[in-house]
Each structure stands twice: as structure tokens, then as C-alpha cells.
């Protein structure tokens, strides 16, 4: 499906497209300078405890894997469950070599419970998938309900509109080495003009981390990467806030054997 069957693709379209592109994506994003390392780096941001020990971690946006191998580097002893809507990025992901904690999920995420994904996580990473979203509001409240108190999210994406040298450098990039690449792997380009459209489209990161908080989450903090990508890739990091200690209920006044002065009778 493509918007309005112009071939143009959107937000409606991107996990068809996906699909399309599953055999190459390796390849190319392989040759992104960063791509792995700049995930790894997102991951390690989340400040995951010990090795995962006990952990349960969301991967949204799995693709082919590269985020889930990201995770699985930082925590090793975690269970991750891993999300995409594209059945052959899936079929990609599962074609390599995973320990029996890793599970692959097909699903959307704007509908995770229609997934199967159930319960409550120690962690989420998504990468790459929020500016794929038709709603992107809608999608970090359900994030925000899916996480256990106090933990953490990390949006990892690129974002260029609040800075013009970013855009010029991201347009620059794409025109020159990303669309023309994918072209020559693949023999079609509508998937990375769709990527350099979608970036300059999408949020910069004030109005991304206004989102977390707009959606229940606390601490949002914003980090660059470097290489090319600074200030073109971010982590953009929030977490569900701690319960708040519930106070003892004092005894009714049935219950005292005096009264405390100050309260009227």
C-alpha cells in the first residue's frame, strides 16, 4: 500500500516496503559508518543493571535485529522480546544465530497487546520506529503503560529540524551516498527517499523529548552521537516514574485512646 496510490511511501506503507528490502538492508546499513556502534551506544544509555540479570526488555522496531543484538550486547542475561511489522525483516532476524532469550514477535507496535505482548518491561529501546509512526503520541502511552515503574525508554532515531547544518549535512548524505547506494543494491529508491523525506519531517529533539513527557515519562534527557551523524542521530531517553511511597494511614480517631489536640470533635 502506498499513499493514495501514488507509489509515494508513508507512515500506511513503510512495513510493506520493509518487506521489499529485507534481503539488501544489511548490506547498506552495514555500510553506514556508526549504525551498529550508535545503536550499541543507545542501548548502553538505558544504564541497564547487571548484565540484565533478571531483566525483560523490549525491542520495538527489531528489523533485522540490529537493535536486538545492540541489547543483547549490554545485557546478555536479559529475556528481549523483539517487535517489527515487517514479516521479512522478521524472517532476516530469525535467520541468525540468537540465545534461547531472545523471541521474535510480528506485531505493530501501535497494538502490541494484538501481538501477544503482554505484561510489564524492565526496559524499552526503539530505533528508527517512532518517526514511522501514524501516530506517535498514541505509541508512547502505550510504551509508557508497557514499562515497570522507573524504567526506562530510549527513542533512538534521527532528527535534524532544529538545526539547519544537520539538515543541509543529512540532505547532503542522502543524495549523494544513501538513495543513490540503495538504487545500486536494490534497483529501486523509494525507500531511502523515503527515509531523507521522513527525516525532515520529523520532530526535533525539543519537540521529541516534549513527547516523553506529554506521555507520563520523567527524567527525559537528549544525547547526539558522533562521527557524521552528530547532531543528526540521537538518544532520546525518558523512564516511567517510580511509585511513590505510600504513606502509613493513620489510626482513626475510634482507634486513639486520646485524641490528638487540634482536631475538633
Same mark, same amino acid.
Given at each position: ?9 508513508? #507512515? ?9 528490502? $529485507? ?10 559508518? !556508526? ?8 542501548? *548502553?544509555?538505558?544504564? %541497564? ?5 533478571? %531483566? ?10 540490529? &537493535? #536486538? @543484538?545492540?541489547? %543483547? +550486547? ?13 514479516? +521479512? ?23 502490541? @497487546? ?14 528508527? =520506529?517512532?518517526?514511522? =509512526? ?7 502511552? *502505550?510504551?509508557?503503560?508497557? =514499562? ?51 527525516? =525532515? ?13 506529554? $506521555? ?6 537528549? *544525547? ?10 540521537? /538518544? ?15 489510626? &482513626?480517631? @475510634? +482507634?486513639?485512646? /486520646?485524641?490528638? /489536640? !487540634?482536631?475538633?470533635?
Amino acid at each position: 500500500m502506498t499513499a493514495s496510490g501514488t507509489g509515494r511511501i508513508d #507512515t500506511r506503507s513503510v512495513p510493506r516496503a520493509f518487506d521489499d528490502h $529485507a534481503a539488501s538492508y544489511d548490506r547498506l546499513v552495514g555500510a553506514n559508518p !556508526g549504525y551498529h556502534d550508535h545503536l550499541r551506544l543507545s542501548a *548502553q544509555r538505558m544504564g %541497564l543493571p547487571e548484565n540484565g540479570r533478571g %531483566l525483560r526488555l523490549l525491542d520495538l522496531g527489531c528489523g533485522t535485529g540490529a &537493535s #536486538t @543484538a545492540a541489547l %543483547l +550486547e549490554v545485557a546478555p542475561e536479559a529475556e528481549i522480546i523483539a517487535v517489527d511489522a515487517s514479516v +521479512e525483516m522478521l524472517n532476516a532476524a530469525r535467520a541468525k544465530k540468537w540465545p534461547d532469550t531472545v523471541t521474535f514477535v510480528h506485531g505493530n507496535a501501535m497494538n502490541l @497487546a494484538a501481538a501477544g505482548v503482554t505484561g510489564l518491561f524492565d526496559g524499552i529501546l526503539a530505533a528508527y =520506529l517512532l518517526r514511522n =509512526l501514524p501516530a506517535p503520541d498514541i505509541a508512547l502511552r *502505550q510504551f509508557h503503560n508497557f =514499562l515497570k515503574p522507573g524504567a526506562p525508554l530510549a527513542v533512538h532515531d534521527y532528527s535534524v529540524r532544529d538545526s539547519a547544518r544537520s539538515r543541509r549535512v543529512w540532505t547532503l548524505v542522502c543524495w549523494t551516498i544513501i538513495i543513490p547506494m540503495g538504487r545500486l543494491r536494490t534497483g529501486s529508491s523509494g525507500l531511502y527517499r523515503y527515509l531523507w523525506r521522513s527525516v =525532515l519531517q520529523f520532530d526535533g529533539v525539543k519537540r521529541l523529548a516534549q513527547r516523553l513527557r506529554d $506521555a507520563g515519562f520523567v527524567d527525559v534527557r537528549c *544525547q547526539t552521537v558522533s562521527g557524521w551523524q552528530q547532531d543528526i542521530v540521537h /538518544t532520546i531517553l525518558g523512564r516511567r516514574a517510580p511509585e511513590k511511597e505510600i504513606a502509613p494511614i493513620p489510626p &482513626s480517631l @475510634a +482507634e486513639m485512646e /486520646t485524641p490528638p /489536640t !487540634g482536631i475538633p470533635l
